[in-house]
T-cell receptor, first 115, second 107 residues
Framework: NAGVTQTPKFRILKIGQSMTLQCTQD?????MYWYRQDPGMGLKLIYY???????DKGEVPNGYNVSRSTTEDFPLRLELAAPSQTSVYFC??????????????FGEGSWLTVV | DQQVKQNSPSLSVQEGRISILNCDYT??????FLWYKKYPAEGPTFLIS?????DKNEDGRFTVFLNKSAKHLSLHIVPSQPGDSAVYFC??????FGSGTQLTVLP
């Protein structure tokens, strides 16, 4: 039972490069999320999706793009990487928030450094 | 406007005692709150949730209390164990996280 799988786990990018963080879940969850966590801070929502073909901005979407072509996959694209995007990124998935028995599952995190 | 606040960055308790972690929120009539535990270099783990139609929810050693008039929720861990040492986050609707409280349970 894989749960939520994120790749890569670690990556160093140069300023101005682009990359995609991959996220896959095998629980048939309709909701998926991307968060970032800076040192000493809580998680901040970047983008989320309530189902295939539907995405919406969170609190800190600038510099990122997402797509949700399938239920399982929710990649996060960084265009023109900047040092401010140095962070730990977490992908998560769940059924409907607030629904009885709902649990949210997180990936193990992706450590990204932009130099 | 920070909608969820955890004002205590750290908390130390003795093993076997109660740990109480606090969270304040704003701008909610009907809502859904969650608590997570996070170990270093791992993703958060969901612990327990509460809907704003309830005042209390229990799951084993974990109980969450919701005081709607004060816009305050708390997580009680009884009895505390050394393995509970982690950072605890409160969250509203899987959208807005507090900054976390580092709990240390001393043996």
């Amino acid at each position: 039972n894989a749960g939520v799988t994120q790749t890569p786990k670690f990556r160093i990018l140069k300023i101005g490069q682009s990359m995609t963080l991959q996220c896959t879940q095998d629980m048939n969850h309709n909701y998926m999320y991307w968060y970032r966590q800076d040192p000493g801070m809580g998680l901040k929502l970047i983008y989320y999706s309530v189902g295939a073909g539907i995405t919406d901005k969170g609190e800190v979407p600038n510099g990122y793009n997402v797509s949700r072509s399938t239920t399982e996959d929710f990649p996060l694209r960084l265009e023109l990487a900047a040092p401010s995007q140095t962070s730990v990124y977490f992908c998560a998935s769940s059924f409907i928030p607030g629904a009885r028995g709902n649990t949210i599952y997180f990936g193990e995190g992706s450590w990204l450094t932009v130099v | 406007d920070q909608q969820v606040k955890q004002n205590s960055p750290s908390l130390s308790v003795q093993e076997g005692r109660i740990s109480i972690l606090n969270c304040d929120y704003t701008n909610s009539m009907f809502d859904y709150f969650l608590w997570y535990k996070k170990y270093p270099a791992e993703g958060p783990t969901f612990l327990i949730s509460i809907s704003s139609i309830k005042d209390k929810n229990e799951d084993g050693r974990f109980t969450v209390f919701l005081n709607k008039s004060a816009k305050h929720l708390s997580l009680h861990i009884v009895p505390s164990q050394p393995g509970d040492s982690a950072v605890y986050f409160c969250d509203k609707r899987q959208l807005t996280f507090g900054s976390g409280t580092q709990l240390t349970v001393l043996p």
